[in-house]
């Protein structure tokens, strides 16, 4: 980390708490209709009309959620804000507002806290979103970021994690597995690095899997794409521990089975070869893995033709009666019960 006695370094106490909030609050503009007031008084102003509000939380501890030895801060400030976004396409709703809380402790600097800010403005930009508000306080030890997303969507396109029905098709966005074999391969040149910190580690062969882990991206386009499509699923939930934990979930709220087939998902070739590299099973990982931020789906069978040409978007099994219980068919055409073990979990026993 970054020394606070450098001198290019500005010492958050310099500025104290107001000079903090409005030098990394300065650059923020306002671009949604919704957003009447943003920062500046108790509390931001917004008014949506007619439409429907969705509102969610993260929060991301450092060391639990991120570790700063290689995760760089405004990498971290992009993904605090990606993360929050995903939830609210998951709804089929267009975020439109974030707030963004921070604790910090004095071992960082001002540099690093604009570093952080430069990723959280750069997320805003792209997704289109306005930040209006947030809280800044101090913290003894690490970093603590809260990002609370708010979006608008019509009543009647606003999709739940409760609307799937038997016979509905399961469809998955983009591929997944990579951003957790992004971090392993991370964890392992940290480990190098320790031992020999000269090793300039050659991270070419891992560059897209890195960037799952490290950059995410919020699945944006795929909400324009269904909407394009005349496509509404019956439900939808964003992967952010793992296709099982999440295809779990749909099922229990939805209250049906499921049937995915091992040789329908999506894997991308360079999570396969680090796969192998790693000697893990690369369906372990695509069932068990975390933080890809793609878009799980039900869609009924008439709108198949829809989106069966279509590369961003695969199918990769069916809804069944709850009966039938929650199975994936293998290669070898075996029927194995889905469990959620989650990434923590499966992290825990490597
Ligand atoms: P209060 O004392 O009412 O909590 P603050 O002085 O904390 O007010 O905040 C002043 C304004 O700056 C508010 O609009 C608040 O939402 C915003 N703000 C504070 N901290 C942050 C932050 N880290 N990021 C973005 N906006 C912030
Ligand atoms: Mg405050």
């Known amino acids: 980390?970054?020394?606070?006695?450098?001198?290019?370094?500005?010492?958050?106490?310099?500025?104290?708490?107001?000079?903090?909030?409005?030098?990394?609050?300065?650059?923020?503009?306002?671009?949604?209709?919704?957003t009447i007031k943003g920062i500046g008084d108790d509390a931001a102003i917004l008014d949506f009309k007619s439409k429907q509000i969705v509102v969610t939380t993260d929060l991301l501890i450092e060391n639990i959620h991120f570790d700063l030895s290689y995760a760089p801060l405004k990498h971290l400030g992009y993904k605090a804000v990606i993360v929050n976004l995903s939830d609210v396409y998951?709804?089929?709703a267009y975020a439109t507002q974030i707030t963004v809380s921070i604790a910090v402790s004095n071992r960082f600097p001002l540099e690093a806290l604009e570093d952080l800010y430069a990723g959280v403005a750069t997320a805003a930009k792209i997704y289109n979103v306005d930040v209006v508000g947030g809280d800044t306080t101090s913290s003894t030890t690490g970093l603590i970021i809260s990002v609370t997303a708010i979006g608008?969507?019509?009543?009647?396109?606003?999709?739940?994690?409760?609307?799937?029905?038997?016979?509905?098709?399961?469809?998955?966005?983009?591929?997944?597995?990579?951003?957790?074999?992004?971090?392993?391969?991370?964890?392992?040149?940290?480990?190098?690095?320790?031992?020999?910190?000269?090793?300039q580690p050659d991270l070419e062969p891992y560059t897209y899997i890195i960037e799952r882990q490290l950059k995410p991206e919020a699945r944006k386009d795929i909400i324009e794409l269904l909407k394009d499509l005349q496509v509404k699923p019956t439900s939808m939930i964003d992967i952010s521990d793992g296709l099982s934990s999440e295809i779990i979930h749909i099922c229990k709220q939805s209250d049906v089975g499921v049937e995915l087939y091992e040789n329908k998902i999506p894997l991308d070739p360079q999570v396969i070869s680090t796969c192998e590299e790693f000697n893990i099973d690369s369906t372990t990982i695509a069932l068990n893995g975390g933080e890809d931020y793609e878009l799980l789906m039900t869609i009924s069978?008439?709108?198949?033709?829809?989106?069966?040409?279509?590369?961003?978007?695969?199918?990769?099994?069916?809804?069944?009666?709850?009966?039938?219980?929650?199975?994936?068919?293998?290669?070898?055409?075996?029927a194995v019960p889905i469990i959620a073990k989650g990434w923590n979990a499966i992290k825990n026993e490597a």
């Open 152 to 199: 608008e969507a019509n009543k009647e396109d606003l999709v739940l994690r409760s609307g799937a029905k038997p016979n509905d098709l399961v469809v998955v966005s983009g591929d997944i597995g990579g951003a957790y074999m992004g971090l392993q391969v991370m964890e392992r040149e940290k480990e190098v690095f320790k031992v020999n910190p000269q090793n």
């Open 90 to 92: 998951a709804m089929n």
């Open 1 to 34: 980390m970054i020394e606070d006695k450098n001198p290019q370094y500005t010492d958050l106490e310099k500025l104290g708490e107001f000079g903090l909030i409005e030098h990394l609050t300065r650059q923020f503009d306002i671009k949604q209709k919704s």
């Open 301 to 334: 069978q008439e709108d198949y033709p829809k989106i069966k040409a279509n590369p961003n978007l695969t199918v990769i099994g069916y809804i069944t009666e709850k009966n039938r219980g929650m199975h994936l068919i293998t290669r070898g055409e075996q």
